[in-house]
């Protein structure tokens, strides 16, 4: 089992910058590739952004490549997700999950997941 644990949501203007980190714990977090969605009401679960075990390959979706960036530290058992020129669209509830394999697609999916934070960017 692994634990895992939002936090950095919150209410924002369009235009500005949040940071959302997660913190795991349970597993060897070191090993797992990890993984940021969202889901907006009314909406399908979005896989936005993934990173492999060791850094090296990220993946970003469409809607979010250029303007966010995740990140680890992996002696903190932490992923980060730097969200900047937020837009109103990207309102949504956001997960972090440990994902079942590395898949740098939309089809990606996770097997543990975070009880989610909440992002609000109005216009």
């Known amino acids: 089992q692994v634990q895992l644990v939002e936090s950095g949501g919150g209410s924002v203007q369009a235009g500005g910058s949040l940071r959302l980190s997660c913190e795991a714990s349970?597993?060897?977090?070191?090993?797992?590739?990890m993984g940021w969605f969202r889901q907006a009401p009314g909406k399908e679960r979005e896989f936005v952004a993934g990173?492999?075990?060791?850094?090296?390959?990220?993946y970003y979706s469409d809607s979010v490549k250029g303007r966010f960036t995740i990140s680890r530290d992996n002696a903190k058992n932490t992923v980060y997700l730097q969200m900047n020129r937020l837009k109103p669209e990207d309102t949504a509830v956001y997960y972090c999950?440990?994902?079942?394999?590395?898949?740098?697609?939309?089809?990606?999916?996770?097997?543990?997941w975070g009880q989610g934070t909440q992002v609000t960017v109005s216009s």
């Open positions: 999950a440990v994902l079942h394999y590395w898949n740098p697609s939309s089809r990606a999916t996770g097997i543990y």
């Open positions: 349970g597993r060897t977090f070191s090993v797992e590739h």
């Open positions: 990173i492999v075990s060791n850094s090296i390959f990220t």
